[in-house]
């Protein structure tokens, strides 16, 4: 049974940069495929970024040039670089990845991310 476990989120200045982690474990199965996704309180969950099992990415019109996805093989690990972060960024941020060899999918438990003006 595969674990999507977070890190890297906390409280930034606006103009400031965090990475995000969400890192495999408890399982061999590499991650294919993965998403990013944020939700505000009182808004909805919204999806910011993607990599599909090719490696190619689309992004949320509102983070296009400040965000970018990526995917370490040797860790099995997901990334959310996050760049000239704004107020409005500030959400709940959790990813979603697909492990193809069992063509299964699992949620992380989210983390915080705080930008303050």
């Known amino acids: 049974q595969v674990k999507l476990v977070e890190s890297g989120g906390g409280l930034v200045q606006a103009g400031g940069s965090l990475r995000l982690s969400c890192a495999a474990s408890?399982?061999?199965?590499?991650?294919?495929?993965g998403d990013w996704y944020r939700q505000a309180p009182g808004k909805q969950r919204e999806l910011v970024a993607a990599i599909t099992s090719g490696g190619s990415t689309n992004y949320a019109d509102s983070v296009k040039g400040r965000f970018t996805i990526s995917r370490d093989g040797a860790k099995n690990t997901l990334y959310l670089q996050m760049n000239s972060l704004k107020p409005e960024d500030t959400a709940v941020y959790y990813c979603y990845a697909l492990f193809g060899a069992t063509m299964t999918s699992y949620w992380g438990q989210g983390t915080q991310v705080t930008v303050s003006s």
């Open positions: 408890g399982s061999i199965s590499s991650i294919s495929a």
